[in-house]
């Protein structure tokens, strides 16, 4: 089976540049997380969504920061402009909505912004 | 305090001994709590789910001790290929889960 596919791998853009990460969940999975990772901070939680609505997106650092899910097997992630701090690499998970529900993860997509 | 509390290592132990590492949460109602491994430049993946009774897949154990509000993961007969970060992560309710940092380690000959 699939698991969650995600794209660019890797992306290396300047700073100011738009950039736009693209997650396809596990079919069947009903929910939906775009996590970055660094080594400051860990892994942190953006934004996840439940049957493709928005339900927290405390986590999103700012307003240059955009997540949708325009249907059940696709989502993006957008950050314009995009500054050397969001260097980073983003995973997006999904899983069965539900408490006791493990998330699984895409392979990430590596984040240069020079 | 942070939510999720684990010690970054590294362990460093040789091949065969058995490790422990403990993670630490802070909120009390947390209903779920797992364990994934996390390899260098991938994605974190799911070891095991912690069960109130415990549970165990092979050479690998999980504990959860809701009175002092931590889960373990026990790793017995380390292999080299056991080398790598440890993730736990819990959720509150609802899909969402909080990771902890990673604790890494590393098996050595």
């Known amino acids: 089976d699939a698991g969650v596919i995600q794209s660019p791998r890797h992306e290396v853009t300047e700073m100011g540049q738009e950039v736009t990460l693209r997650c396809k969940p596990i079919?069947?999975?009903?929910?939906l997380f775009w996590y970055r990772q660094t080594m400051m901070r860990g892994l942190e939680l953006l934004i996840y969504?439940?049957?493709?609505?928005?339900?927290?997106d405390s986590g999103m650092p700012e307003d240059r920061f955009s997540a949708k899910m325009p249907n059940a097997s696709f989502s993006t992630l957008k950050i314009q402009p995009s500054e050397p701090r969001d260097s980073a690499v983003y995973f997006c998970?999904?899983?069965?909505?539900?408490?006791?529900?493990?998330?699984?993860f895409g392979d990430g997509t590596r984040l240069s912004i020079l | 305090r942070k939510e999720v509390e684990q010690d970054p290592g590294p362990f460093n132990v040789p091949e065969g001994a058995t490790v422990a590492f403990n993670c630490t949460y802070s909120?009390?109602?947390?209903?779920?709590f797992f364990w994934y491994r996390q390899d260098c430049r991938k994605e974190p993946k799911l070891l095991m789910s912690?069960?109130?009774s415990g549970n165990e897949d092979g050479r690998f154990t999980a504990q959860l001790n809701r009175a002092s509000q931590y889960i373990s993961l026990l790793i017995r007969d380390s292999k080299l290929s056991d080398s790598a970060t440890y993730l736990c992560s819990m959720g509150g309710g609802g899909n969402k889960l909080t990771f902890g940092t990673g604790t890494q380690l590393k098996v050595e000959l």
């Open positions: 969504f439940n049957n493709n609505v928005p339900i927290d």
């Open positions: 079919s069947g999975h009903n929910s």
């Open positions: 912690v069960y109130s």
């Open positions: 998970a999904s899983s069965i909505q539900g408490s006791n529900q493990p998330q699984h």
């Open positions: 909120n009390s109602a947390s209903q779920s």
